[in-house]
C-alpha cells in the first residue's frame, strides 16, 4: 500500500484515536469510529480499507497508507482539509520520514 502524500504531526498518543474517529465520522461515513487493527494499523474508512493510518510514536506522528496509488490526491484532499479546518500541523511525506 502506497502512503498517502500527508502526514499529521505532534499528534499525542492519548489523542491518536479521538483525532482518527472524528476524520472517520467527518470525512468518510458519520456515525462510526476509527477502529485499531491486529497489525497496529487504524481503519478510517470504516472496514473500507482503501485507507489506513499507523501513528509512529518515535515522531508522534499520524501517517497513512491507501490502497491503490491511484487513489491517493483523493484522500490527500480529505486528509488536509480535516487537518486544515482543525489547525492539525501536516507535513508531507517522504521515505526517510518512516
Known amino acids: 500500500m502506497p502512503y498517502c502524500q500527508t502526514n499529521f504531526r505532534t499528534v499525542p498518543p492519548e489523542r491518536v ?7 472517520t465520522k467527518e470525512s468518510f461515513v458519520v456515525g462510526q469510529s476509527a477502529y485499531q487493527l491486529n497489525d497496529g494499523s487504524y481503519s478510517v474508512d470504516a472496514g473500507e480499507n482503501d485507507i489506513r493510518a499507523i501513528y509512529d ?3 508522534a506522528e499520524l501517517k497513512f497508507f491507501c490502497r491503490y496509488q491511484r487513489d491517493m490526491n483523493f484522500y490527500d484532499k480529505k486528509l488536509i482539509a480535516f487537518a486544515t479546518k482543525y489547525g492539525i500541523d501536516t507535513k508531507p511525506y517522504t521515505a526517510s520520514s518512516e
Do not use: H, M
Open 17 to 23: 484515536e479521538e483525532v482518527l474517529s472524528s476524520l
Open 57 to 59: 510514536q518515535e515522531n
